[in-house]
């Protein structure tokens, strides 16, 4: 079974490609990425697809994290997740290796797939959020009818599909679609990536509408070892980022993450000051990562 010789092979490499902050033109964290090594399949969708056939998603998933973490080790990390390998309670096994990352880990469960058994889905994911992993929901707008996820399982970061991010540019109907969607999610306490971003005047909207992050082949393509930014220029001049504040990042944060208070080898979340200000709208991502640092075609 060539799934099978995959998973006893270790036939399976990782690409990055990086999150990339829009205030700083740094790199936020990578996202990995799943490439078979293997003949037998030609992409990501057709090696989790015959993993779902067979029931070992969650083994194949673990597989990859071990990889993505043995190789970017000193960044924050985006993994992507199949709604199988919750099904099958992989994720919260104690010794799964994102408990082991010595940086934040961001989970991305993509809107485009449903969640069966819902309700014990959103249990796991609420246990592992409470060990100091934080949930993405991924492909937000890709055609599917999932809001409710992002009320339903309160992401720490919604990504914005392709679809919306394909052609835009400022003063249309599309552009105020976009900047509605990011001022809701940052109403939301989540922070927004517009995905997909290939062009420059794409790259500009995107920051004029107020998304936090950004990710596509404009700023780095998928690679191993992972990639630095490439930030673009118009005209011969770099396009300028949106500077909407200078407060710390910390003091905007509505439930910061401390990352000096530690609960054995994971961060534990500490309630905000009385003093601390109100969550703004559509201002910076309610992240803990200070911006020192930093399966598919994105």
């Known amino acids: 079974m060539a799934i099978r010789r995959v998973l006893e092979k270790r036939q399976v490499k990782v690409a990055f490609q990086p999150v990339v902050d829009l205030r700083t033109k740094k790199v936020f964290a990578y996202e990995a990425l799943a490439r078979p090594a293997s003949q037998d ?3 990501p969708l057709a090696l989790f697809g015959a993993a779902v056939q067979h029931a070992c998603t969650g083994e194949l998933g673990r ?10 080790p000193s960044y924050p990390l985006f993994l ?5 390998e919750l099904n099958e309670k992989w994720v919260v096994q104690p010794n799964d290796p994102i408990f082991e990352h010595a940086e934040d880990v961001y989970l991305e469960i993509t809107e485009g797939v449903p969640l069966s058994h819902f309700r014990l889905c959103q249990s ?14 991924d492909d937000l707008g890709a055609g599917y009818s999932n809001l409710k996820y992002i009320a339903d399982l309160h992401p720490r970061v919604v990504k914005l599909d392709r679809g919306l991010i394909e052609g835009l540019v400022r003063d249309t109907r599309m ?13 939301l306490d989540a922070a927004v990536v517009a995905e997909g971003i290939e062009t420059v005047d794409e790259l500009e909207a995107v920051i004029a509408a107020g998304a936090h992050f950004g990710q596509g082949y404009l700023l780095a393509r998928p690679a191993n070892p992972p990639p630095p930014v490439v930030w673009p220029k118009k005209g ?32 534990s979340p500490v309630p905000p000051s009385a003093t601390a200000p109100a969550p703004r709208r559509a201002t910076v991502p309610p992240l803990s990562r200070p911006y020192t640092k930093i399966p598919g075609r994105r």
Do not use: Q, W, Y
């Open 41 to 43: 399949f030609d992409g």
């Open 63 to 72: 597989m990859v994290r071990e990889i993505a973490i043995a190789e970017c």
């Open 80 to 84: 992507n997740v199949h709604p199988a």
């Open 124 to 137: 796991i994911l609420n246990e592992v959020r409470g060990r100091g992993v934080h949930l993405v929901v």
């Open 236 to 267: 011969g001049d770099s396009v300028a980022p949106r500077i909407l504040h200078r407060e710390p990042i910390n003091s905007l944060i509505p439930h910061p993450i401390d990352r000096n208070v530690l609960i054995g080898d994971r961060r």
């Open 175 to 187: 552009f105020k679609l976009v900047s509605a969607i990011v001022v809701m999610c940052t109403d």
